[in-house]
């Protein structure tokens, strides 16, 4: 094991874990323990140099590959998903500032977003990344909107598509790029992960184009402290390929002329609560789960959960919900909290 992981870095440490080689009493806490004393910084294997001179040469998250991650990743199987994100499919951070459990953080960042963006009967609104349709069902149900969802999962396509059954929704197989139409606001939940860093500027130019003057668009996305063009070398292989985290400086960079920042709403630390809900969801209820998750796929699941609690714990990454608008709100604009 720690030939492995002085060889492999953080890629050796993941696999050891899946492969049993290792273990502890308390998975999170250990790699929070690792994270704050920045031994990933000091001990890089054969991976990072990988993916980071991979990225450099490519664009990994050019149209042709947008739709790996959904089929490695987002189609793995709804049972799944079913079980660890509880009553709504909400693959993202809740909002846990007056919640007591994991179905009313998700709903009171659900509708936390729909206030934001000011939403109001008969307004046409966009989900990019909509996933299993949940944010546009409840837009559609509190606030009256008509809606369009794109995905690059066919699992979620076709469950969206089930879930907003007779609502004013349009759930569509679709890369963002390929979008092409006028609305009045735009959603973006968990998405903007697998944009990467040579598409950025794209993405804000479709949506700057696609929002009247008086539109408003609210990007709610992870971030990293420090630019990069690549991921984990072990998140990348095992469960988010071709993603990366952006920082603040390539946001405001690639969103610069293009639209007016108006508020950065950063709550980060209720990822950690978040997970950690996940977790025992998906813990108490293993034994239900198909025979196809087997043990191994078991421990990589525990390991992803378990890292991504301590990267938000020991504040390596961030939450953001960013408001945009196309030539700034006259007077200002005042995000509800």
């Not at 977003?113 to 509190?142: H, S, V, Y």
């Not at 697998?194 to 709610?220: K, S, W």
Request: with cysteine.
């Amino acid at each position: 094991m720690f030939a492995r992981v002085l060889a492999e870095g953080s890629l050796g440490l993941g696999e050891s874990y899946m492969d049993g080689d290792w273990d502890t009493g308390s998975l999170d806490g250990l790699l929070a323990r690792l994270l704050a004393a920045r031994l990933n910084r000091q001990v890089l294997g054969w991976g990072d140099y990988w993916v980071s001179l991979r990225a450099w040469l490519i664009n990994v998250q050019s149209r042709r590959r947008a739709y790996v991650v959904g089929k490695r990743h987002y189609d793995l199987g709804n049972d799944l998903y079913q079980l660890m994100l509880g009553k709504r499919l909400v693959y993202s951070c809740g909002y846990w500032r007056t919640a007591a459990n994991l179905d009313a953080a998700q709903e009171a960042k659900l509708d936390l977003a729909c206030r934001k963006l000011e939403l109001a009967r008969g307004q046409r609104l966009l989900d990019i990344g909509c996933g299993w349709g949940e944010a546009l069902k409840f837009a559609a149900e509190r606030y009256g909107v008509s809606g369009i969802g794109l995905t690059i999962s066919r699992e979620q396509a076709d469950y969206a598509r089930e879930l907003c059954r007779g609502l004013p929704v349009e759930i569509r197989l679709q890369d963002y790029r390929s979008f092409d139409e006028p609305v009045d606001r735009i959603l973006s939940i968990g998405m903007f992960e697998h944009v990467g860093v040579r598409n950025y500027r794209r993405f804000f130019q479709l949506a700057a184009q696609c929002l009247p003057a008086d539109g408003l668009a609210l990007l709610h996305t992870i971030g990293t402290n420090v630019s990069t063009n690549h991921t984990d070398p072990w998140i990348d292989r095992y469960i988010f390929p071709n993603s990366m985290l952006p920082s603040a400086a390539q946001i405001a960079a690639a969103s610069e002329g293009l639209f007016v920042l108006e508020d950065w709403h950063n709550f980060g630390t209720d990822y950690d609560r978040t997970l950690q809900a996940w977790r025992d969801n998906v813990e108490a209820g293993w034994d239900r789960l198909p025979a196809r998750y087997d043990q191994r796929f078991r421990r990589m699941w525990r390991y992803y959960l378990a890292a991504s609690m301590a990267a938000f714990r020991v504040r390596n990454i961030q939450l953001w919900q960013i408001m945009l608008s196309p030539r700034g709100r006259p007077g200002g604009y005042v995000a509800p909290r």
